[in-house]
């Protein structure tokens, strides 16, 4: 089974930084297009980021175009997800997920075949 780790989460003041990892096992890690997702309690799992396999095509929810940046290093099989100008409604546990079969990010967590355990990230104002 393909396995997915999430790290580098944490607590941060609005408008700073934070860098997440996937750490990926288990598989060919260049195959898998990768996604990221974030859920806040009571809230839908909601779509934040995604980087085909090929590693061109990147997709971003509207809420964090223009902050968000996402890349991959498929030598390391890892895929990271910087985040800047951070605010309070980003406060989530962030998921990284992988997915076969795909061309381009999908928003749809049902076609993610497999899914890291989170890790928390929130932003204090």
């Known amino acids: 089974q393909v396995q997915l780790v999430e790290s580098g989460g944490g607590l941060v003041q609005a408008g700073g930084s934070l860098r997440l990892s996937c750490a990926a096992s288990g ?10 997702f974030r859920q806040a309690p009571g809230n839908e799992r909601e779509f934040v980021a995604g980087i085909s396999r090929s590693d061109i095509i990147t997709k971003f929810g509207n809420s964090v175009k223009g902050r968000f940046t996402l890349s991959r290093d498929n ?6 997800l910087q985040m800047d100008s951070l605010k309070p ?29 989170g890790t928390q990230v929130t932003v204090s104002s």
């Not at 795909?102 to 075949?113: A, G, L, Q, R, S």
């Open 27 to 36: 598989g060919t890690f260049s195959r898998y297009t990768m996604g990221w």
């Open 75 to 80: 030598a390391k099989n890892m895929v990271y």
């Open 89 to 117: 409604e980003d406060t989530a546990v962030y998921y990284c997920a992988a997915a076969m079969g795909k061309f381009n990010p999908t928003v749809v967590p049902n076609e993610y075949d497999y899914w890291g355990q």
